[in-house]
């Protein structure tokens, strides 16, 4: 019996700090997808200044409250524009940007195929 | 002939692109932020500065037409040299002056505002920022001008000359 209770206690002992793990890692992984607007080069986990720090403080408030990670982006999107995030999303001015690595491997592709199967027919 | 064609295609491609980027490559890297985005002023909650009340936000700007909700911070250098900008434009009787104090400690805000006197009707305090966050402000100092709940100017910086005429000319 007092196995089962000290197990019980190891197991919510793991459990918890599995949780908070994961909770960092996804605190981590949104910082990172942040641009810290006053620095220069530098995302908001890479960041001390006063404005990444608040950021992060933000975006725990927010993870806490339940909220997903693309919610957050959509708040800091609404208060500080797109700039803010290091991942455009896709719209009309980003489409080049996200089409063009896949027009140019269609492209490369095409060239490849030209030259080594069809010229050996 | 359809290698001919094929070959004019490809080079078609690279000038298009090239193109794209030489175009990209005279575009301003410097992020330069928009400064005449006309927003709702955002819904928070705050401590009063050396008060323990918390005001809400829809009960800070309900009475007059138009607030100057400045953010500053007694650490904050440029702050003192806007300071005289807002002195004046609190003798105006159109505009009512809102402050948040941004990172600042109770005391230091305190001594920087008997040293320089207070231009803010009401201070609301912001310790860790957060408040900030709300309305998309950078740093300190930094000025929104507000009119009937939107936002109808933000200044990024401290006051000037030419911005304090610009303010002038809104709420005159």
């Given at each position: 019996?007092?196995?089962?209770?000290?197990?019980?206690?190891?197991?919510?002992?793991?459990?918890?700090?599995?949780?908070?793990?994961?909770?960092?890692?996804?605190?981590?992984?949104?910082?990172?997808?942040?641009?810290?607007?006053?620095?220069?080069?530098?995302?908001?986990?890479?960041?001390?200044?006063?404005?990444?720090?608040?950021?992060?403080?933000?975006?725990?408030?927010?993870?806490?409250?339940?909220?997903?990670?693309?919610?957050?982006?959509?708040?800091?999107?609404?208060?500080?524009?797109?700039?803010?995030?290091?991942?455009?999303?896709?719209?009309?001015?980003?489409?080049?940007l996200w089409l063009l690595p896949v027009l140019i491997f269609l492209l490369g592709g095409a060239i490849l195929l030209k030259l080594f199967i069809i010229k050996k027919n | 002939m359809k290698n001919k064609f094929f070959l004019v295609f490809i080079i078609v491609i690279f000038i298009v692109i090239f193109f794209i980027f030489y175009k990209g490559l005279q575009n301003s890297n410097i992020y330069t932020p928009d400064t005449n985005v006309k927003k709702n002023v955002p819904i928070f909650e705050a401590k009063l500065f050396d008060s323990s009340q918390i005001i809400k936000s829809k009960n800070l700007f309900n009475k007059n037409n138009f607030y100057l909700f400045n953010v500053w911070a007694s650490w904050c250098i440029p702050c003192k040299d806007e300071h005289p900008f807002l002195m004046k434009l609190n003798k105006n009787k159109n505009i009512v002056l809102i402050g948040l104090n941004y990172k600042d400690s109770v005391l230091n805000a305190k001594?920087?505002?008997?040293?320089?006197?207070?231009?803010?009707?009401?201070?609301?305090?912001?310790?860790?920022?957060?408040?900030?966050?709300?309305?998309?402000?950078?740093?300190?100092?930094?000025?929104?001008?507000?009119?009937?709940?939107?936002?109808?100017?933000?200044?990024?910086?401290?006051?000037?000359?030419?911005?304090?005429?610009?303010?002038?000319?809104?709420?005159e």
């Open positions: 019996m007092k196995l089962f209770r000290y197990l019980i206690v190891i197991f919510f002992l793991f459990s918890f700090n599995l949780s908070n793990a994961e909770n960092d890692n996804l605190k981590n992984k949104i910082a990172k997808n942040l641009r810290c607007l006053i620095c220069q080069g530098q995302s908001v986990y890479d960041s001390d200044s006063e404005f990444a720090n608040s950021i992060k403080i933000i975006i725990s408030q927010k993870l806490d409250g339940g909220q997903s990670e693309n919610q957050i982006y959509d708040f800091l999107e609404g208060k500080y524009g797109e700039w803010i995030l290091y991942d455009p999303k896709f719209n009309k001015s980003t489409y080049f | 001594n920087f505002l008997n040293k320089y006197n207070n231009p803010y009707e009401i201070i609301i305090q912001d310790i860790d920022g957060t408040i900030g966050i709300e309305w998309g402000a950078y740093g300190v100092p930094e000025t929104f001008i507000i009119n009937k709940d939107k936002i109808i100017k933000r200044i990024i910086g401290p006051l000037n000359e030419k911005s304090f005429s610009e303010i002038k000319e809104i709420i």
